[in-house]
């Protein structure tokens, strides 16, 4: 292999020129092919999905999880009703001429002819809204003695202020049916302990009026959200001076708490990776002597990534960008094989020398860190199945073309450095020969055996939240008004049929209602309330027929002609509500409810193409949570879903696949080593030390109490692939030699600076995502490190030879 790449070297050599030309079009080509490449922004690729759960998935994307932004408009201490319904009011003005286009929805304000247009759309179809128990009361208002009181009441309704707005509604029903079929609708609303107040949704001590806004965009476009969250922000800020001592507002909601993580990602990338770029720079720099080295040394990596890119294009319509990010951390390890060769180049070894100290190891490294990347196609997550290519490719591509590349364009100094760095200095010491080095090995092996078991798994995702402390002092306040920390569950009805999934539906609903009265549930919220399959619209509508006799009709009329004579009423006033008795009712569709703007329909019934879910939320105590989901298990086309639950769940099956996924890789590293070595003892050597960095690294984060979670176990690959790169580079720079040793411990001490500082350095992130995939990054790569250093050169004097460290 060293002499094909030192003939190629040769040959690339006389033809310079058109070697570069070829480099030109070469990268036009890659980065045109990328450029036409799909990203998929979906986070939930990360979970992985298989047949065993491909059912739920089609749940959990079809089903509406209503994400809004809550706005508590709360009254301060000068404040009255009177100024939360301004405040509100003038927010409502700014969104609508300023942020209408971020804007899908709001609720929380009705205006009078909203609810005229509700209350005449239930008139309409009252039977619809009427239950078993609501027919008795009909009956006991329908006695004479009771007839009597209610006309006398509607007459001095009618005479009293309020009478022009009540008037419409005592004459189309003067009995007062369709108020009873209207409170039926209050388990769509938020709590019966908020009321209605010019319009607005306030609490019964009216200190507080609530506001809910749907975002056009769902949370993951955190781009347009964002810019929606500037503008709510700038219209608190200018309201809250506005309205100083008398009212104040603060929001919570998905779509800011992920705009808040986002920019949180943002600025704390933007500044490390900044501080860690100049850093590094100044490092190559001065080390290598020479300015153009931060291009040579990242030339093999752009060229990597970039290909990993468009084979992704060609044989992928998208990609997850997720995958692609973390990619890009990773392609960290392929900066070593330039490093490699750098360091070789500087000694002024010759090209002969190089190509064949370096060819064999760097080659190897690549191919077992690809394959370790490529054991990723074995986990159930089509973004981390993308990520294990694009990660394989990109080091299988720097690899070879870092060869090819670097020692074209990189020359070292023309006279030997008489003066040695302090990495050189580092590096030429023999680490192994240390008895207190040693005994930390010993010391944190055994600490490891007793801690490793206390590395725990964090299946709650939310724990990588990032929220600022306006939005958890907003959640704070929402949850002493709402509730809103409670535990939901979501009891989904699902399938191909509209009239089977209302149908599953009816049944649900019945079952609340039913766990309610027990007491098992705190509340729900259902559509079934008013919204009802065929079978049910046509059952009530029966119902209704077989209640109003022609008799009980006639006599009603009589009576209430008879009652209302003596206070005036014409014997046609009630005429609208004579009609109403002998009207012909039928069933509705979902249209029809959707035509309601009061009733948020969209929250939870939802369809994709033939499929439809339609969504109840339940608020549970802890303990009833099982007895909820017990009751549904064994209901046809119905799911529980507690969405916690489901990603400890899913993530669960994560870790377990990283579990089988680490055994992969080291079956793989194995078999590739014994088929360079073609020695076991060469192999164990070098298989060791990789085995016992990862033992070592979740032994500290156990005894530290450091977690794993579903962001930092993906570096368990990056840490795995650099093990692996640092052993095969001791291993092969012990078979050459001690003084080829030292270069080799040279760019392996640059490969983790490098590291520290381009990944580690996240470690002053304040977002906890970015933190503890730093600190997993820090611990994994210096234990390499030091393992490597220590470990390896005692393994390899008792397994193969003494005397090949001592020459």
């Given amino acids: 292999m060293a002499k094909f790449f030192y003939t190629l070297y040769q040959t690339l050599k006389k033809y310079k020129p058109l070697f570069v030309i070829a480099l030109i079009i070469i990268f036009g080509l890659l980065m045109w092919t990328a450029s036409t490449i799909k990203f998929d922004e979906d986070i939930s690729k990360l979970i992985p999905s298989n047949s065993e759960n491909e059912h739920l998935q089609k749940v959990l994307k079809t089903a509406q ?3 809004k932004i809550i706005v508590n408009i709360e009254k301060a201490k000068d404040g009255t009703t009177d100024d939360l319904t301004e405040y509100a009011t003038q927010l409502l003005d700014s969104l609508s001429t300023q942020s209408s286009s971020f804007i899908k929805d709001i609720q929380g304000k009705i205006e009078d002819e909203t609810i005229f247009e509700t209350m005449d759309f239930v008139y309409s179809n009252v039977p619809l809204f009427l239950k078993t128990e609501d027919y008795k009361t009909i009956s006991n208002k329908l006695q004479p003695d009771s007839i009597a009181k209610i006309t006398e009441n509607n007459y001095k309704t009618l005479i009293s202020p309020s009478g022009i707005v009540s008037k419409k509604t005592i004459i189309k029903d003067p009995l007062g049916i369709s108020l009873m079929a209207l409170k039926h609708l209050q388990q ?61 507002s603060s929001y919570f909601g998905g779509t800011l708490i992920a705009v808040a993580n986002a920019q949180q990602i943002k600025n704390d990338i933007q500044i490390t990776v900044s501080i860690a770029m100049v850093l590094l720079m100044t490092l190559f720099i001065v080390f290598y002597k020479k300015l153009t080295i931060p291009i040579i040394l990242f030339v093999p990596t752009l060229f990597g990534g970039l290909l990993a890119i468009s084979v992704l294009s060609v044989i992928r319509s998208e990609i997850s960008a997720i995958s692609l990010g973390i990619g890009a951390v990773l392609l960290g ?37 690809a394959l370790a990347f490529l054991c990723l196609m074995f986990v159930d997550s089509s973004a981390l199945q993308d990520l294990g290519i694009f990660a394989a490719i990109s080091v299988m591509g720097a690899s070879v073309f870092a060869l090819i590349f670097i020692p074209q364009f990189y020359k070292g100094s023309s006279t030997k450095n008489t003066k040695r760095s302090i990495v050189d200095k580092i590096a030429s010491y023999d680490f192994h020969r240390n008895k207190i080095l040693i005994g930390s090995i ?14 725990t798994f964090n299946h709650d995702i939310s724990n990588l939240n990032f929220q600022p402390e306006t939005i958890k002092s907003a959640e704070a306040k929402l949850d002493t008004l709402i509730n809103i920390s409670s535990k939901s569950l979501y009891v989904i009805a699902f399938g191909n049929n509209e009239q089977q999934v209302l149908e599953t539906n009816d049944e649900i609903f019945n079952q609340l209602q039913d766990l309610e009265t027990e007491n098992k549930v705190l509340s729900y919220n259902s559509v079934g309330a008013l919204v009802g399959s065929d079978k049910k619209q046509q059952e009530s509508i029966r119902h209704w027929k077989r209640f109003w006799t022609s008799e009980l009709k006639a006599e009603t009329q009589s009576e209430l002609i008879e009652n209302g004579s003596k206070f005036g009423f014409k014997p046609s006033t009630f005429q609208e509500f004579y009609a109403l008795l002998n009207h012909e009712f039928h069933p509705l569709s979902i249209d029809d409810y959707r035509k309601i703007n009061v ?73 590739l080593l014994l088929l360079f070595y073609k020695n076991f003892k060469l192999t164990l050597v070098t298989i060791l030390p990789i085995i016992i960095t990862w033992f070592i690294t979740i032994g500290i984060m156990g005894l530290f109490h450091l977690e794993f979670n579903i962001f930092n176990i993906i570096i368990s690959s990056f840490i795995f692939g650099l093990g692996v790169d640092y052993s095969i580079f001791m291993t092969n720079g012990m078979r050459s030699g001690k003084s080829s040793m030292a270069t080799h411990k040279t760019s392996i001490i640059l490969s983790v600076l ?54």
């Fill in 333 to 369: 390890v392929t900066l070593d094989y330039s490093l490699h060769i750098l360091t070789h180049i500087r000694n002024n070894e010759t090209a002969k020398e190089l190509f064949d100290g370096v060819s064999k190891p760097i080659l190897m490294s690549g191919l077992t860190t």
């Fill in 188 to 248: 769509l609303g938020i709590s019966d302990d908020f009321i209605l107040k010019d319009g607005f949704l306030v609490s019964k001590n009216e200190r507080h009026l609530l506001l809910f806004i749907t975002p056009a965009y769902p949370s993951n476009n955190t781009t347009d959200n964002a810019m929606f969250s500037e503008q709510l922000y700038r219209f608190q800020d200018e309201l809250n001076t506005v309205f100083e001592d008398k009212a104040q």
């Fill in 599 to 671: 009733i948020p329909i969209s929250d939870f019934i939802a369809e994709d193409g033939n499929f439809m879910t339609i969504t109840s939320v339940v608020n549970v105590r802890d303990e009833n949570i099982d007895e909820i989901k017990n009751t549904f298990k064994d209901s046809e086309n119905t799911l529980v879903i507690d969405r916690q639950a489901i990603n400890e769940t899913l993530l669960g099956h994560l870790k377990n696949d990283f579990n089988k996924l680490l055994i992969y890789c080291v079956i793989v590293v194995v078999l």
């Fill in 65 to 67: 999880f209503a994400d």
């Fill in 442 to 455: 010993v010391a944190l092996l055994i600490l490891s055996g007793f801690n490793y078991q206390r590395a």
């Fill in 754 to 807: 490098t590291t520290i500082l381009g990944v580690g350095v996240l470690i002053f992130a304040k977002h906890p995502a970015l933190h503890s995939l730093a600190t997993i990054s820090i611990i994994g790569i210096l234990t390499a490190m030091f393992i490597s250093f220590v470990l390896q050169p005692i393994l390899y004097n008792l397994l193969i030879s003494k005397k090949s460290t001592e020459k």
